[in-house]
């Protein structure tokens, strides 16, 4: 059995190594297939983030929708911050743009499924598919009323 490799036994190590040899010129040096493999590992993981504040942003929307008595400052809040939080995750990564409606699909299944446990309303209570467009539910403006 081989020897696991730096990679496997300090991943921290294995980074500072390989960051070394790139930055040296020392590309037949370096670990080529693994470093590969974290930069697209590096995407999946931002295209994951996406999702989730996404999935953050719909809840709260769904909530302020669907439970206007319970509006408050800190539904607010989340809104806003969540919202100035995709702003700079998109302005870091425009090519994201192009991944937003799948990615609000995704997310809307989660929030629907969320706002429904935390509302106690029953998952049917909100519309199967996402009621807001992406330039609405990012605009600092827009709140949803009940329909």
């Known amino acids: 059995m081989a020897k696991p490799g730096l990679y ?3 991943f ?3 980074t500072r190594e390989q960051a070394a040899l790139l930055r040296s010129g020392q590309l037949s040096s370096a670990d080529i297939d693994h470093i590969a493999e974290e930069i697209e590992s590096m995407g ?3 295209k994951r983030e996406l999702v989730a504040r996404l999935a953050v942003l719909l809840l709260h929307l769904l909530k302020w929708q669907f439970q206007p008595t319970h509006r408050g400052a800190s539904w607010r809040l989340s809104i806003a911050n969540t919202r100035d939080e995709l702003a700079d995750l998109l302005a870091d990564n425009p090519s994201l743009t ?13 929030a629907r499924r969320q706002a429904a446990a935390e509302t106690g309303y029953r998952e049917t ?23």
């Open 8 to 10: 496997e036994r300090d």
């Open 125 to 147: 209570v909100f519309p199967d598919l996402c009621p807001y467009p992406v330039a609405k539910m990012m605009d600092g403006d827009f709140w949803p009323d009940q329909s």
């Open 12 to 14: 921290y190590a294995w």
């Open 98 to 110: 192009a991944q937003i409606d799948a990615a609000v699909g995704s997310a809307y299944r989660r």
């Open 44 to 46: 999946r993981a931002e």
